[in-house]
């Protein structure tokens, strides 16, 4: 029995989401076989927000992030 209609799906690269203007100059600096592919970004995003909060939480900057939002008025 020969399967009709199927076909391959292929991961989009990550060439899908980087802009024209900058294709260029992406592909001389990484071969575009070497990018990763798109699902495999979309995988690592939320793990890189977990480093910027992680690192954020060690540093525990909260009296300056306060001052910069504004909801306290820096000392006189």
Known sequence: MAATGTRR???PQ???I???SLR????????PASL???PMLLTLIPWGATLGLGA???????????????????EE
Not at 24 to 31: D, I, L, Q
Not at 56 to 72: A, F, H, T, Y
């Open 18 to 20: 980087i802009p024209p």
């Open 24 to 31: 260029s100059t992406v592909y001389r600096v990484v071969p």
């Open 56 to 74: 954020i939480w060690m540093v525990q900057p909260w009296g300056w992030l306060q001052e910069q939002v504004g909801l306290k008025k820096p």
């Open 14 to 16: 990550a060439s899908s």
């Open 9 to 11: 799906t292929v991961a």
């Open 36 to 38: 990763p592919s798109k």
